[in-house]
T-cell receptor, first 111, second 113 residues
């Protein structure tokens, strides 16, 4: 049972490049979330989705875009990478009013 | 605007003693609270939760207390073990409506052998 899978695990981007962080879950969860964790900081919510076709902004959405065309997938898009987006990104899914399940994270460095 | 706050970035405790981690929140609409544990290079994993209709929930060595009037929750670990050394995050969310899931800044717990 895979749970929540994120790819890639590591990536180095140059300033101005774009990329998509992939997230997929096999638990048929409706709710999915993207967080970033900066060094010494907590988890900040970037975007979330309550179901296929529905997304909404979190606490720090600027510089990112998301889509939710299927229940399983929730990709996060960076269009013009900036050094401030250097962080560890976590995807999570939630099936009900209980705990969320997290992926292993994607460590992104923008140089 | 930090809706969920953990004011202690770090805590050191002797093995066998009690660890108390604290968390404050500002939004009275939150109705479900959780604690997560995170090891380096891994995603957070669920530890224990509490609904806003309760004031205490216990699971083995872990107990979470909720004080709604003070908008405060705490996690007690008794007895603390070296394997408990990790970063602990509290989280809060709305179980209806937006289902936003907000995390605190984390407390790094170090249990000394």
């Amino acid at each position: 049972n895979a749970g929540v899978t994120q790819t890639p695990k590591f990536r180095i981007l140059k300033i101005g490049q774009s990329m998509t962080l992939q997230c997929t879950q096999d638990m048929n969860h409706n709710y999915m979330y993207w967080y970033r964790q900066d060094p010494g900081m907590g988890l900040k919510l970037i975007y979330y989705s309550v179901g296929a076709g529905i997304t909404d902004k979190g606490e720090v959405p600027n510089g990112y875009n998301v889509s939710r065309s299927t229940t399983e997938d929730f990709p996060l898009r960076l269009e013009l990478a900036a050094p401030s987006q250097t962080s560890v990104y976590f995807c999570a899914s939630l099936g009900g009013a209980t705990e969320a399940f997290f992926g292993q994270g994607t460590r992104l460095t923008v140089v | 605007d930090q809706q969920v706050k953990q004011n202690s970035p770090s805590l050191s405790v002797q093995e066998g003693r009690i660890s108390i981690l604290n968390c404050d929140y500002t939004n009275s609409m939150f109705d479900y609270f959780l604690w997560y544990k995170k090891y380096p290079a891994e995603g957070p994993t669920f530890l224990i939760s509490i609904s806003s209709i309760k004031d205490k929930n216990e699971d083995g060595r872990f107990t979470v207390f909720l004080n709604k009037s003070a908008k405060h929750l705490s996690l007690h670990i008794v007895p603390s073990q070296p394997g408990d050394s990790a970063v602990y995050f509290c989280a809060a969310h709305f179980t209806s409506g937006t289902y936003k899931y907000i995390f605190g800044t984390g407390t790094r717990l170090k249990v000394l052998a």
